[in-house]
């Protein structure tokens, strides 16, 4: 899936992304106002990150599914779509994070 506005783009995640979404990730507010995000965020954490949703991609039912907020030709964040099953309850959540403006792409 991809969607294409005059602002962003909307796309799958590519291997190529790793040092972008490294990059643009590693930031304390992010960090601060999310569960899963480590700070600092380092190269390694976005290639294990990024291994893990290619993987999700090419299952038929994936728990999780993110796509890569792409502005001028970099990524700036992710939009999600997660599914948690914690005792008897299910929930989905539907998010997105990244760093969009204060980077200067």
């Not at 728990?63 to 907020?69: G, S």
């Not at 700036?76 to 959540?93: A, F, H, N, P, T």
Request: charged share 25%; glycine share 6%; with cysteine.
């Amino acid at each position: 899936m991809i969607i294409i506005t005059k602002s962003f783009i909307l796309r799958p995640f590519k291997q190529s992304d790793v040092k972008n979404l490294a990059k643009n990730i590693n930031d304390k507010t992010i960090y601060n106002n999310t569960l899963h995000i480590p700070y600092p965020y380092k190269l390694k954490d976005a290639k294990e990150w990024l291994a893990k949703t290619v993987q999700q991609y090419r299952k038929k039912k994936p728990r999780n599914f993110h796509l890569a907020i792409e502005i001028k030709g970099g990524v700036v964040g992710c939009v999600s779509l997660m599914e948690y099953r914690v005792v008897i309850k299910q929930r989905l959540d539907i998010g997105w994070r990244g760093n969009i403006g204060s980077r200067g792409l």
